[in-house]
């Protein structure tokens, strides 16, 4: 039995980590986030404090600390760049200080967002980040913290997240059903990917001492127009989408234009692959039709 604690265990991974953990049955889950519910008995846990982090890994002495909690508001992290690095650097930096102290493996969460989107093909792990937004920034911030203070880590770099909680496909369906008129970037690249998946793979590579920097999103690419007319064509709703251009559509953050990443890693050290993104989306589209 292994002691496992999620951080941000009430975000969309954190709750996908602990259900496919939770599946398996061979161990013991701590959740905590930020503000803590003693109703879904998650503990309250701050990952900036970094007493309180101490505290809580001398205490419990997890096997594996899954770390889910970030600051996700790309375009807020432009105007509170401090916030976002408290959360997505030191708190990063504090667990795998703490994580190295107890011998812990700690699972860290990255992004496409690291890189500038200029590359024109598909990004592998050894390609060099260059952020061109303060999530970036602070993510990859985040990233060398965990590199440099600690030996047992995966990182794993995955992309446009959907899951249980506050997502595009969430966003789409809201404005399809107040009837405005939907107007999405065509010109944007990248993968979108279930929360699940990647909780599929956090759950394989925990069990492994294959350490180190991992891309994990789904097969395939694709824009965020044709991301949201393949979520109408599940929904069976028939509604006119309008593809725009990013130049039309502002935003305080600027996103790279092609962030789609090769899973190498994951592929050559073990032979494991996503699932294609049109697939994890059908499979995400049944469970929300069940939980509805
Ligand atoms: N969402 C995406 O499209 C996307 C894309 C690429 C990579 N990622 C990465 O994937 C990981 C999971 O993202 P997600 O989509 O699951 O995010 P999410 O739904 O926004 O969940 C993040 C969780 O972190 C918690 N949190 C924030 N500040 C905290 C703190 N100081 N201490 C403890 N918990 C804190 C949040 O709690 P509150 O709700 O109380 O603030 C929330 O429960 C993150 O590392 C993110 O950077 C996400």
Known sequence: ???????????????????VLRDAKDNTIYRTG???DAKENILPFDITDEAAVNSLMNDLKPDIIINCAAFTAVDLCESEEDRAYRVNALGPKFLAM?????????????????????????????????????????????????????????????AWVYGEGKNFVRTMLRLADSGKQLRV??????????????????????QTESYGLYHATCEGSTSWYAFAVEIMKEAGKEVHIEAISTSEYPTPAKRPMYSVLDNKALRERHGYLMKDWKDAFKEYWKDYQEEK
């Open 98 to 158: 703490a994580a190295k102290r107890i011998g812990a493996k700690l699972v860290h969460i990255s992004t496409d967002y690291v890189y500038d989107g200029q590359a024109g093909k598909p990004y592998i792990e050894g390609d060099a980040a260059n952020p061109i937004s303060a999530y970036g920034r602070t993510k990859l911030a985040g990233d060398e913290f965990v590199e440099k203070y600690c030996k047992k880590f995966f990182i794993l770099r995955t």
């Open 1 to 19: 039995m292994k002691k496992v604690l999620i951080t941000g265990a009430g975000g969309q991974l954190g709750l996908a980590v602990d259900r």
């Open 185 to 206: 970037v065509a010109d944007q690249l990248g993968t979108p990917t279930s929360a699940l998946e990647i909780a599929r793979v956090i759950a394989f590579l925990i």
């Open 34 to 36: 930020q503000v803590g």
